[in-house]
């Protein structure tokens, strides 16, 4: 079990969270936590279109466990996830079985802090920094963001993936599923042409 319950079993009866759909907490009320620390430890599915649905290709079973301490009128979570689903193959589409897990730390601030419209520079230290809205913290978008950055940029089912055939869309790594006849390579086709007119004289 990558995950505890004592957490998330003190969480679903916290005056600080929102239950989520199973009834478990999702969002939490982070204008109420006044001095002392929280910490959560949820498990929970991500669908891939909360994640990049050309890449995911099913549901992706995440841990987050974390803290969140209050620093006057910001907050800051520092956390982990481990997170494992299926990955579309860059070549053939196929899924393949992914894991990753991490740890993070992001400071939250209030959103009329946030910049406004326009451009605005971001200092190399507040990479990290994210602006809340109405004073809750959504776990969901926080699981979410933080697996989203954790997928990789390509992933194969096997380095020598044929990948899928670029007239026919069929998987050439399935024996007989592409049926389009080899394409000639054009260099070739003109020494077929002069032998074969070789031939007919």
Known sequence: M??????????LYSPFCVPGVHGMPMKVDLSRIE????????????????LDEDQV?????????????????????????RASGPIACSRCLAPVPWRAEDRFSVEYRPGSAAPGEGEFVIEEDELDVAFL??????????????????LPMRIVCDESCAGLCPRCGANQNVEGACQCEAEIDPRWQALQDISGSSSAN
């Open 2 to 11: 990558w995950c505890k319950s004592y957490y998330a079993q003190s969480l």
């Open 35 to 50: 001095s002392e620390s929280l910490g959560f430890d949820e498990k929970l599915s991500l669908s891939p279109d909360r």
């Open 57 to 81: 290709a099913g549901e992706v079973e995440v841990c987050l466990v974390g803290t969140i301490r209050p620093m006057g009128d910001k907050f800051l979570l520092d956390g982990s996830f």
């Open 133 to 150: 809205v109405d004073h809750e913290l959504d776990l969901e978008d926080v699981a979410a963001e933080q697996v989203s950055l954790a």
